[in-house]
C-alpha cells in the first residue's frame, strides 16, 4: 500500500464509514453484510465506489490501529500466540467485517470502477500485473455483455 494512501486515512474508522455503517458492524451478534448492502439502497455505480473507498479506508485504518496496538516484545507475542486474544481485538474484528462487506459490495457491483487505492496504487506501480490482469477482466466482461 503506498504511503500517501496510508497518510490520507483518518485517525478513526468510523469517522470513515459513517455512524449508520459503524453500528451496524458494531453489533455484537453475528455480522450480515448483504443485509446491511440491501438497507443502503445504493443507487448508482457512483455512490457503490464511494462506499467502497469508505470502508476501505475504515478497513486499513483499524488494521493499523490493531498493529500499533500489539506490538509487543517477544516474549509477549509468543505468549499472545498461545492464548490467540488478537481475534477479540476491536480493531482487528472491525477490519475484518469491513473485508467482508467490501467483498460482497464489489460481488454485487462486479462492473463497479476501480476505488482509490486501486489507482494510487496503479499511480505509484504497486501491484502493476493485478491492475493489468483486473483491467483486461474488465474489458472482457464489457464485451460480454
Not at 500500500?1 to 453489533?27: E, F, H, Q
Request: hydrophobic residues 35%; aromatic residues 8%; contains cysteine.
Amino acid at each position: 500500500i503506498p504511503d500517501s494512501y496510508m497518510a490520507t486515512l483518518p485517525k478513526c474508522g468510523k469517522s470513515s464509514v459513517g455512524d449508520s455503517i459503524y453500528r451496524s458492524m458494531n453489533s455484537s451478534g453475528r455480522f450480515f453484510p448483504e443485509n446491511l448492502l440491501d438497507c443502503l439502497n445504493i443507487a448508482s455505480e457512483h455512490e457503490a465506489v464511494q462506499l467502497a473507498d469508505r470502508v476501505e479506508a475504515s478497513m486499513y485504518t483499524w488494521r493499523r490501529k490493531a498493529c500499533l496496538s500489539n506490538s509487543k516484545n517477544s516474549w509477549n507475542l509468543v505468549k499472545d500466540l498461545m492464548s490467540n486474544t488478537e481475534r477479540t481485538d476491536k480493531n482487528y474484528v472491525m477490519a475484518e467485517r469491513a473485508e467482508t462487506l467490501l467483498f460482497c459490495l464489489k460481488q454485487r457491483y462486479p462492473e463497479l470502477s476501480q476505488t482509490s487505492l486501486d489507482i494510487c496504487k496503479i499511480q505509484y506501480n504497486k501491484d502493476v500485473g493485478k491492475a493489468v490482469l483486473e483491467s483486461y477482466s474488465r474489458v472482457l466482461e464489457g464485451l460480454a455483455f
